[in-house]
């Protein structure tokens, strides 16, 4: 069994390319937004301090919900447990290493969001993009699915509100808290 408890062979998966999607990114500040997290409050994405990290990602399966149509042909579409799952058991790490603020964020709603939270044990929050406010604000990588719209896989990390690193594509999924991990120890 894999570390985080999931089998996936990733090498039988089409690995997404830098498309440029992202490049625009770096040194950003965040937009005067409030996304609804898991824990109930609304998340000022401009009052963030200190160093956060922001993961996207496209969606959480549902048990028993099949996922849409083609999803495992989606390259980097695949993967959004075993990440979210990475950042769970890293997450006392990346504390200690400095990030002051960890956030999963997707286009799920927030219920769906809460029961993936719940399900997944996560020990922070995830926020809802469900209205695609901060997708269009920041102007981010999506894809189109029967499902709807879904972030691209990317990770931000920002020091008080302003993006100063981007991961573009994450791939591995499940890699993705070791290499916020060696971005943090550099640091």
């Not at 937004?33 to 000022?44: E, K």
Request: with cysteine; charged share 20%.
């Amino acid at each position: 069994m894999a570390e985080h408890g999931f089998e996936i062979d990733w090498s039988e998966l089409p690995t997404p390319e830098d498309d440029g999607a992202a490049s625009h990114l770096t040194g950003r500040a965040m937009p005067a937004l409030r996304l609804r997290a898991t824990d109930g409050t609304d998340v000022a994405l401009d009052g963030l301090r200190g160093v956060s990290v922001l993961y996207f990602y496209p969606m959480t399966g549902t048990p028993g919900v099949a996922l849409p149509e083609g999803w495992n042909e989606i390259p980097g579409a695949r993967g959004c447990t075993p990440q979210s799952c990475a950042y769970r058991d890293r997450f006392a790490e990346l504390q200690a290493a400095g990030a002051d603020h960890v956030y999963g964020i997707s286009t799920q709603s927030p219920d769906d969001q809460v029961a993936a939270a719940e399900r997944l044990h996560l020990p922070f929050a995830l926020l809802s993009d469900g209205d695609l406010a901060l997708a269009h604000a920041l102007e981010l990588p999506l894809f189109e699915t029967s499902a709807g719209p879904h972030h691209k896989r990317m990770t931000l990390i920002l020091r008080d509100g302003v993006i100063a690193e981007v991961s573009y594509p994450v791939f591995p999924p499940d890699a993705d808290a070791g290499r916020v991990m060696d971005w943090l120890a550099t640091q």
